[in-house]
């Protein structure tokens, strides 16, 4: 991706009419330790609580849209009083407190649910065996899930991928969620990363667009902020994709589509997503004392 400084961005700005903001969670919109009160290093922020305060005045919905699942979203939304939320990286659809799953082209006669697929086929056990002592269980945050597998690892999206085909699984694909903090030296010497296992034909980019047309709204008035390479499939779906600083490496992964880059990290860099849509949507919607 062509990645643009968010100080340069005035131009793909200036076509939103924002409405709707789909954060990512872990590393955006919440920092070190999963809390929105701390940076990417531990210090005390108060920039991602005070622009969802801020988000929540003008009329822009933030919407999560994340890895975790519909448990832990519910109470996410619940805290920061949000109304709506996309969870297991585009399976699992809140709406209204409502669940609903996205199946993709998992054959349903494998189970309840499509994780429940996923592990009686033998989808699962497939990618576990085959890249031994290269890829486990994200535990313990594997648990609890409807839509996906959640592993960590360091192998290629790709690799694993081919693996599945060849055995009969090509309804099934493997996606980055990006780069884990924590030590694991026992996955290998290289950097770890979070991934999913989950159905094809579902994602982050196809559930948000489909949410956004459920809605009436289109492209133009939705953004999308992440840190990895799931998030920057929304690009397709939105007027303008966001990465925030600790995200800025993924940028290189499509050359094909724009990113804006944020000068801050996690919540720090959410605020200043936010502050970006805010005055677009002043210019877009002024009030009465602005007119």
């Known amino acids: ?16 009419d924002p409405r709707v903001l789909f954060s990512d969670v872990d590393g955006t919109l919440v920092g070190r330790g999963g809390s929105l009160l701390a940076d990417m290093d531990g210090g005390a922020s ?16 933030i919407v999560l849209v994340s890895g ?14 949000l109304r709506d939320a996309i969870g297991e990286l585009g399976t699992v659809v809140l709406r209204d407190g409502k669940a609903e799953l996205r199946w993709g082209q ?5 189970g309840a649910t499509p994780a429940e697929a996923l592990e009686r086929s033998g989808a699962l056990a497939t990618v576990l065996d085959r890249f031994a002592g290269r890829i486990e269980p994200h535990t313990p945050w594997h648990q609890g899930r409807q839509g996906t597998a959640l ?9 694993v991928d081919a693996v599945l085909r060849a055995q009969g699984f090509g309804w099934a ?53 992440g840190d990895g390479p799931a998030d920057l499939e929304m690009a397709g779906a939105v007027g303008a994709m966001f990465l925030v600083a600790n995200g800025a490496w993924a940028a290189g992964r499509d050359a ?14 959410f605020a200043e997503v936010v502050a970006a849509l805010i005055r677009r949507l002043q210019v877009e919607r002024p009030t009465a004392a602005d007119r």
Do not use: W
């Not at 991706?1 to 939103?16: I, K, N, Q, S």
């Not at 975790?68 to 009083?81: I, S, W, Y």
């Not at 903090?181 to 982050?204: D, I, S």
């Open 1 to 16: 991706m062509t990645a643009l400084p968010l100080a340069e961005a005035d131009r793909v700005l200036a076509a939103l």
């Open 46 to 61: 108060l920039q991602a609580a005070e622009a969802l305060v801020a988000a929540r005045r003008s009329g822009l919905e």
């Open 68 to 81: 975790r699942t519909r448990a832990q979203l519910f109470e996410a939304c619940r805290l920061l009083g």
């Open 106 to 110: 998992t054959p349903r006669e494998l």
């Open 151 to 159: 592993l960590r690892g360091q192998v290629r999206a790709a690799e």
């Open 173 to 225: 694909n493997l996606e980055d969620n990006g780069r884990l903090r924590g030590p694991y030296p026992h996955l290998g010497a290289g950097e770890t990363h979070a991934f999913h296992l989950l159905p094809a034909g579902v994602g982050k980019a196809a559930t948000a667009a489909a949410y956004l047309a459920e809605r009436g709204l289109e492209a133009g008035n939705a953004a999308a902020v």
């Open 256 to 269: 094909a589509r724009q990113v804006i880059v944020t000068p801050s990290s996690a919540g720090d860099g």
